[in-house]
DNA sequence: TCTGGGGTCCTTACTCTA
DNA sequence: TCTGTAGAGTAAGGACCC
């Protein structure tokens, strides 16, 4: 941003993966809906979205699909179709982009668009945005308009579903100060009991303390980062084009494995879809890291850095094994991952 | 009996080198 | 040559996001 007043608007899908399944099966409207995992919610996965209707069960997204199905047994569940969430995203994203090429892409529920240069009220464009995808996919979103992206987005959450707001600086005080701290991006389940220990429940507490306060007590970087966001500041700016920094896979087990072998059968497996993809987005990469989680869900990672940039298979798994090799498998294994970092994009012909 | 998968970023510790 | 140190690169772990 450079210091012109700015327009931010923040478009989030209601409810995007169980709204695009009840668009296929409109029987499914009204009902309480769960997607996660494999539709299976006696077996391991999480809750990935939850229908209105199963959240005032107690339903959201994170949950273990076996606590979902313990708070709401007449709940539906149905499996994560990703290709299909996929193919509406890019309908919606191209209607965006339409409205406004300085758009970033987050996830595939949700973008940021810079609207600071299109002509007429804000609220115009949101309700063009809002009508168009309603018109064009049946599907319902909230915007949330601001002058930067940290206010945008809190403000599309302040009113869900079908939602529009705006937050403007002088409304800082009203809107954002009395939400509890764990409403500010970046603060999890973590970092709110850590400053429920300091006192601090809502945004505006955090307000009030001093920069060195924070600083002292949750670090630099992040204290300064409380500091501003809490008082509505944040420059971070519109991001148009994105290149992966890492690729991974990994794979929990049905059933927690005790045997070395079942673990290098599925690290080959992961590696060997690592592969592909980097194959596919034409990356090559340094540095191979394999991380292990065990039944008790205490988790090693090992890292090998190469000689030079690969893509080949047989490089990546070799180290990789070379990784697992460093670990004592004691205890059984709950999940097995490969990840690959330090990508440049592959030079033609090498 | 819990707790996915694919990412990003930050902090801390360690090692090597200038 | 010895010693201390700063900085870069690497490694490991953790928090957070969708």
């Given at each position: 941003m450079?210091?012109?007043?700015?327009?931010?608007?923040?478009?989030?899908?209601?409810?995007?993966?169980?709204?695009?399944?009840?668009?296929?099966?409109?029987?499914?409207?009204?009902?309480?809906v769960v997607?996660?995992?494999?539709?299976?919610?006696t077996?391991?996965?999480?809750?990935?979205?939850?229908?209105?209707?199963?959240?005032?069960?107690?339903v959201?997204?994170?949950?273990?699909?076996?606590?979902?199905?313990?708070?709401?047994?007449?709940?539906?569940?149905l499996?994560?179709?990703?290709?299909e969430?996929?193919?509406?995203?890019?309908?919606?994203?191209?209607?965006?982009?339409?409205?406004s090429?300085l758009?970033e892409?987050?996830?595939?529920?949700?973008a940021y668009?810079?609207i600071s240069?299109?002509?007429?009220?804000?609220?115009?464009?949101?309700?063009?945005?809002?009508?168009?995808?309603?018109?064009?996919t049946?599907?319902?979103?909230?915007?949330g308009?601001?002058?930067?992206k940290?206010l945008?987005?809190?403000?599309?959450?302040?009113?869900?579903?079908?939602g529009?707001?705006i937050?403007?600086m002088?409304?800082?005080?009203?809107?954002?100060w009395?939400?509890?701290?764990?409403?500010?991006?970046?603060?999890?389940?973590?970092?709110?009991?850590?400053?429920?220990?300091?006192?601090?429940?809502?945004?505006?507490?955090?307000?009030?303390k001093?920069?060195?306060?924070?600083?002292?007590?949750?670090?630099?970087?992040?204290?300064?980062?409380?500091?501003d966001?809490?008082?509505?500041?944040h420059?971070?700016?519109?991001?148009t084009?994105?290149?992966?920094?890492?690729?991974?896979?990994?794979?929990?087990?049905?059933?927690?494995?005790?045997?070395?072998q079942?673990?290098?059968?599925?690290?080959?497996?992961?590696?060997?879809?690592?592969a592909g993809?980097?194959?596919?987005?034409?990356?090559?990469?340094r540095?191979?890291t394999?991380?292990?989680?065990?039944?008790?869900?205490?988790?090693?990672?090992r890292?090998?850095?190469?000689?030079?940039?690969t893509?080949?298979?047989d490089?990546?798994?070799?180290a990789?094994?070379?990784?697992?090799?460093?670990?004592?498998?004691?205890?059984?294994v709950?999940?097995?991952g490969?990840?690959v970092?330090g990508?440049?994009?592959?030079?033609?012909?090498?």
């Amino acid at each position: 941003m450079d210091g012109k007043a700015c327009t931010i608007l923040h478009v989030d899908m209601d409810a995007f993966f169980a709204s695009v399944e009840m668009l296929r099966r409109p029987e499914l409207k009204g009902r309480p809906v769960v997607i996660g995992g494999d539709g299976d919610p006696t077996k391991r996965g999480v809750v990935s979205t939850a229908s209105y209707e199963a959240r005032k069960f107690g339903v959201h997204s994170a949950m273990p699909l076996r606590t979902a199905l313990k708070l709401c047994p007449a709940c539906i569940f149905l499996p994560v179709d990703y290709n299909e969430y996929s193919r509406v995203s890019v309908k919606i994203k191209k209607i965006l982009f339409e409205v406004s090429p300085l758009m970033e892409d987050v996830g595939i529920d949700e973008a940021y668009l810079d609207i600071s240069s299109r002509p007429g009220p804000p609220e115009e464009t949101a309700m063009l945005i809002k009508e168009r995808v309603f018109r064009e996919t049946g599907l319902t979103c909230s915007v949330g308009i601001a002058p930067n992206k940290l206010l945008a987005k809190m403000a599309s959450d302040l009113q869900k579903p079908d939602g529009l707001t705006i937050i403007r600086m002088e409304d800082v005080e009203r809107l954002i100060w009395p939400l509890g701290a764990r409403k500010l991006p970046g603060v999890g389940p973590k970092t709110e009991a850590c400053l429920k220990e300091l006192g601090i429940n809502t945004i505006g507490d955090i307000a009030a303390k001093g920069l060195e306060w924070l600083q002292d007590r949750l670090g630099k970087s992040f204290g300064l980062y409380l500091y501003d966001a809490s008082r509505g500041i944040h420059e971070s700016p519109i991001i148009t084009e994105w290149q992966p920094k890492s690729i991974s896979r990994e794979e929990t087990f049905e059933l927690d494995v005790s045997e070395w072998q079942a673990v290098a059968r599925s690290l080959a497996f992961l590696l060997r879809d690592v592969a592909g993809s980097m194959r596919e987005g034409g990356y090559e990469a340094r540095t191979v890291t394999v991380k292990i989680r065990f039944g008790d869900f205490s988790t090693l990672t090992r890292a090998r850095t190469l000689a030079s940039w690969t893509d080949d298979l047989d490089v990546l798994r070799k180290a990789a094994f070379e990784c697992l090799g460093r670990m004592e498998l004691k205890k059984k294994v709950r999940l097995v991952g490969a990840r690959v970092t330090g990508l440049r994009r592959k030079s033609k012909g090498g």
